[in-house]
């Protein structure tokens, strides 16, 4: 629970990963318990620290198609959110606030792609204002972020730091260790 609760402030997916990957084998388990295990232990191994994220489509408020791998910048907050969420809103109110982070966005060191996830497009475009111009605000018009898991979305917001290459440097990470990792870059 406390490793894999999205809520948990201890979470941490390469721990209990391994965990569930052993439990997955173990004999003096039922099968469907297994199976939940060996499930998890899938989703756990998306996009791990170190590995290249997986790409992905997105689409613009004006409709325009981007990618992922199309952002060129030295880091990229990839940040799933949704309209209305506080620690969302929170966690923008954070980013804008920062002169070094807004700095680093205006200079192009640093890119923030806002993604949207679910279905309700209209309660989104609505948010659009909230949005800051600068970012990469975008929807999965695909819906393959959540249906075909490339990404591990059990909480919003969701929080990944990439590198220039798009290798995962921080997975689904806290507020304050995404900012502590940002601002001594």
Partial sequence: KYLFDPNSPLRNEDFYGA???KMAGCPFLDEARKERYAREARLCALNKVGTKAADFRFSDKRGK????????ADHIVLFFSNPGCKACL???NAIKGSEYLSNAVKEGRLAVLNIYIDED????????????????????PDYVI??????NVRAIPSLYLLDAD????LKDATTEKLFGVLENL
């Fill in 65 to 72: 198609i981007r990618r992922l791998y199309d952002i060129k």
């Fill in 166 to 169: 798009k290798k995962v440097m």
């Fill in 90 to 92: 929170e966690i923008i």
């Fill in 146 to 151: 959540r249906t075909d898991q490339l990404y």
């Fill in 19 to 21: 965990y569930a990957e």
């Fill in 121 to 140: 497009l209209e309660e989104w475009r609505s948010y659009m204002p909230i949005y800051p111009e600068e970012w990469y605000n975008g929807f999965d």
